[in-house]
């Protein structure tokens, strides 16, 4: 047998790269394991359409449009069929017409006479372009029009910043408000924060549309439980006992419910498959209370575990260890797994665009009486490093030294701080008695401080000689390895000004985060200069020790905002360091990448399942292909896994 070179970079889409994810474990699993990932990957894929319709209420009408049109591209002149393919596959990879990085619209290059025409060109050709409810063009571009080609209508999905006298509610165009501002929801008691579209009626009447059967959405989650009591019958007992659960609560939809579910499933700490379905992460929603709806399979890459879990079996000694007030430590640290995964399919809120570390639940209260689970997605960094273009690294290091260091280390060095962030920073620390949930008290700060802490306690421990100890590092190259982490870490808050190309703000959270470490540390310690060369700008690494000197100070204080749930302070901090940059140092870093030819971010195409059947059409056994194409998958997803036909309907009468 001949081993084939695998492809990673399938295409450059504008700003983005599309590359295959491959899951070669899969082949490992037992037939009864590969089955139940069969019946969840159709239950994380029949949500997929939720989280188009909770991004932008037209993103499902603009999808079915502009797919159509991709479709029918062929009969429409060159120039008008490279935008529409642009602008769909760049639909496809956000999940909608918003970037998933920045927050901001992004547009059709065409007029609005382009797309009228491009629209009966390709009907008269005979394949069927859905107009939503509109009976003509012109009403559809009437209706939608804005939303494919004003960049200043509804800018921004997600705007926690809008500026003075804006309500954040109001300037986020996400469809998990409606009509209501954030004075209303001061007197309006939530009762299902997570799982509910909140709506202002006509007559001024605030409520809850509640995400479960029978309520929003709720064809759709009846056929998620369906597939989830196919994956019940193969699956084993705890894993069982978790999606149970997990069925109770879409049918529910109640808190005490969710939090039943969540407790089952950090008890079933090592399954052989397990899943993320369901509203999870708060992200999208500027008061970060409500769920984007995500699904997620995956299976432990036993090649890849070791380290991680060396991690998290030390997690009482991290806790004990951590530079801040004792008051803020947690007693006893209980239920603390970890594992590297292999993703088999990510969608929702989690794919195409993925995250390399998950750290659940989120609901702090569980967190520290149940403990949580981590994983690091071992395939997808794997394909972000084959990925990755040497020039990114070559443009942005200060030295040959440093870009050496960075080539050797940046792997090693990214596994154990992604470990470290997910394990032990989001596992870590506890409430003051009487704040209540953090995310009530810090609003729209809440996500920023809380990605800014776990992100310093990986500064802080990386540096750590237990790193030695545990032998996750060799004592020899453990100052290189920091060295290489920190310098890296400088010099993301230059990299990552590519990803936003408009404005002099940040919304994404990470992007906050990380801009708010290296600035708070070059304003308050010696650990990082700001050189000049060439008319390029570099950060560089002076100091190793000031600058984990820096990391532990601002943790200390960032670990007591949290715990205090001092909003003012918060809002203070990101204010200063984490949300306004500079907007010229952003024009020459986007010249830098563009010069080089260099992508801002990366969509994924996942792994495909098929199941394997026998004469009676009985699932025996499932196999794993690569589709090698991101429209491909996109069109399979969109035909296969629609939103339900009655949940569409609620959708349009509205
Ligand atoms: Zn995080």
């Given at each position: 047998m001949t081993m084939r070179e695998k492809t990673w970079v399938l295409e450059r889409v504008g700003p983005a790269a599309v590359v295959q994810l491959y899951a070669?474990?899969?082949?490992?699993?037992?037939p009864s394991e590969r089955r139940l990932a069969w019946h969840l990957y159709e239950a994380a894929l029949a949500g997929r359409d939720i989280y188009y319709d909770q991004r932008y209420e037209h993103g499902l009408v603009m999808r079915d449009c502009i797919e159509a049109l991709f479709v029918g591209?062929?009969?429409?002149p060159a120039a008008t069929a490279h935008a529409i393919e642009r602008y769909t596959k760049l639909f496809w990879i956000n999940s909608?017409?918003?970037?998933?990085?920045?927050?901001r619209k992004f547009t059709l290059d065409l007029t609005r006479d382009d797309l009228r025409d491009a629209i009966l060109t390709v009907q008269s050709a005979g394949v069927a372009v859905p107009l939503g409810p509109c009976a003509t063009v012109d009403a559809f571009l009437d209706a939608y029009g804005r939303d494919f080609f004003?960049?200043?209508?509804?800018?921004?999905?997600?705007?926690?910043?809008?500026?003075?006298?804006?309500d954040i509610l109001h300037a986020s165009a996400s469809n998990?408000?409606?009509?209501?501002s954030s004075a209303d929801l001061n007197a309006f008691e939530e009762r299902h924060a997570l799982n509910s579209r909140v709506v202002k009626d006509g007559n001024g009447h605030v409520r809850e549309e509640v995400y479960r059967v029978g309520g929003r959405y709720g064809a759709t989650l009846s056929r998620i439980v369906a597939h989830l009591e196919a994956a019940i019958a193969v699956a084993p007992e705890p894993t069982a006992h978790a999606l149970a659960a997990l069925i109770r609560f879409y049918r529910t939809g109640e808190d005490a419910d969710r939090r039943a579910y969540d407790i089952a499933w950090v008890a079933d700490?090592?399954?052989p498959v397990d899943t993320i379905n369901?509203?999870?992460?708060?992200?999208?929603?500027p008061r970060g209370r409500k769920g984007a709806f995500e699904g997620i399979v995956f299976h432990e890459n036993p090649d890849k575990t070791a380290h991680i879990r060396a991690i998290a079996a030390h997690a009482a000694w991290f806790e004990r260890h951590m530079?801040?007030?004792?008051?803020?430590?947690?007693?006893d640290v209980v239920g603390v797994s970890a594992r590297a995964i292999d993703v088999l399919v990510e969608c929702g809120d989690a794919g195409p665009m993925t995250a390399i570390g998950i750290n659940l639940p989120n609901d702090e209260a569980i967190r520290e009486v149940h403990g949580s689970k981590s994983v690091s997605l071992a395939n997808v960094v794997e394909a972000y490093e084959q990925s990755q273009p040497e020039s990114l690294r070559e443009e942005f290091c200060w030295s040959a030294e440093e870009r050496d260091r960075s080539k050797r280390w940046q792997a090693l060095a990214g596994e154990l701080t992604t470990s470290l962030h997910e394990v032990i920073g989001h596992g870590s620390g506890r409430m003051a008695?009487?704040?209540?949930?953090p995310q009530a008290a810090l609003r729209e700060q809440y996500s920023t401080l809380e990605e800014t802490r776990s992100d310093l306690v990986a500064l802080y421990f990386i540096a750590d000689p237990v790193m030695v100890d545990l032998g996750l590092i060799d004592a020899a190259v453990h100052d290189e390895i920091v060295r290489a982490e920190y310098e890296g870490y400088a010099r993301n808050a230059i990299v990552q000004?590519?990803?936003?190309?408009?404005?002099?703000?940040?919304?994404e959270d990470h992007m906050r985060n990380r801009q708010a470490i290296v600035h708070w540390l070059m304003a308050h310690t010696s650990a990082i200069e700001r050189r000049q060369r060439d008319g390029r700008t570099f950060n560089v690494v002076v100091d190793v020790a000031a600058f984990r000197e820096g990391v532990a100070r601002m943790l200390r204080l960032v670990q007591r905002i949290k715990s205090e749930g001092l909003y003012d302070e918060a809002a203070a901090l990101f204010e200063a360091y984490g949300i306004h940059f500079d907007s010229a140092l952003r024009d020459e870093v986007v010249a830098r990448v563009d010069r080089l030819d260099l992508p801002s971010y990366t969509g994924f195409v996942m792994p495909r399942l098929t199941p394997v059947r026998d004469a009676e059409g009985a699932i025996v056994d499932v196999e794993v292909s690569y589709p090698l194409d991101l429209a491909t998958q996109m069109l399979e997803y969109s035909a296969h896994y629609a939103l339900a036909d009655e949940d569409r309907q609620v959708l349009a009468h509205r």
């Open positions: 070669d474990a899969f082949a490992t699993l037992a591209r062929s009969h429409l909608g017409p918003y970037e998933h990085i920045t927050a004003d960049e200043s209508w509804r800018p921004m999905v997600t705007s926690k910043t809008p500026g003075p006298g804006q998990l408000y409606v009509d209501v700490a090592n399954p369901g509203f999870i992460e708060v992200y999208m929603d530079p801040y007030d004792e008051a803020y430590k947690r007693a008695p009487q704040v209540g949930p000004l590519r990803r936003v190309r408009q404005g002099t703000h940040l919304e």
